[in-house]
């Protein structure tokens, strides 16, 4: 089956902990998305890549990273200095001939 | 810089009534519009997209959306709602690449029995 597979479903962070976000792809997309969701503010772009070894930052980087190592994969890490980093986190995909992106399940992170 | 507006945070119809989510976009250039769906915990579902053309869009799940550049709106419309329906929507723009999609805040919506 082609898709985004987004784990784990539910992630908790303990305090100064870094976790990291998977996200993998099968469907052979260029380009790929990572969006926080905060109850009633829509999704905010983190950061975005269009090729491998290649990223950019969005609207709300600062307390994350990412890496593109692999056009399949592109995992979010939320770091300590992330103070709030209670959310829905989803990644998105998207082929370079076509202007729609799609999305996975998403990841909900909770602080112990 | 693009944005959307959702005037509207929730709205309650009956099941069988009519649906229509407001959506307002501010775009300097002719805007790519999306409406997609998210289900409680779930990802978003692309119900339908606008890039040029015809400014009536037909997309799954019986929706529809008119595009009206005068009014920089580009509403969604059902014309009979069914239970399953009730989630979350959400209007997007982008631009040609869509590396900069600016999504509204949602619109809730419930159906009632």
């Known amino acids: 089956d082609g898709g985004i597979t987004q784990s784990p479903k539910y992630l908790f962070r303990k305090e100064g902990q870094n976790v990291t976000l998977s996200c993998e792809q099968n469907?052979?997309?260029?380009?790929m998305y990572w969006y926080r969701q905060d109850p009633g503010q829509g999704l905010r772009l983190i950061y975005y890549s269009q090729i491998v070894n290649d990223f950019q930052k969005g609207d709300i980087a600062e307390g994350y990273s990412v890496s593109r190592e692999k056009k399949e994969s592109f995992p979010l890490t939320v770091t300590s200095a992330q103070k709030n980093p209670t959310a829905f986190y989803l990644c998105?995909?998207?082929?370079?001939?076509?202007?729609?992106?799609?999305f996975g399940a998403g990841t909900r992170l909770s602080v112990l | 810089a693009q944005s959307v507006t959702q005037p509207d945070i929730h709205i309650t119809v009956s099941e069988g009534a009519s649906l229509e989510l407001r959506c307002n976009y501010s775009?300097?250039?002719?805007?790519?519009l999306f409406w997609y769906v998210q289900s409680p915990g779930q990802g978003l579902q692309l119900l339908l997209k606008y890039f040029s053309g015809d400014t009536l869009v037909q997309g799954i799940k019986g929706f529809e959306a008119e595009f009206k550049r005068s009014q920089s709106s580009f509403n969604l419309r059902k014309p009979s709602v069914h239970w399953s329906d009730a989630a979350e929507y959400f209007c997007?723009?982008?631009?040609?690449?869509?590396?900069?999609?600016?999504f509204g805040a949602g619109t809730r919506l419930t159906v009632k029995p």
């Open positions: 997007a723009v982008g631009d040609y690449n869509n590396n900069d999609m600016r």
């Open positions: 775009y300097g250039a002719t805007p790519y």
């Open positions: 469907l052979n997309h260029d380009a």
């Open positions: 998105a995909s998207r082929v370079s001939a076509k202007n729609i992106q799609y």
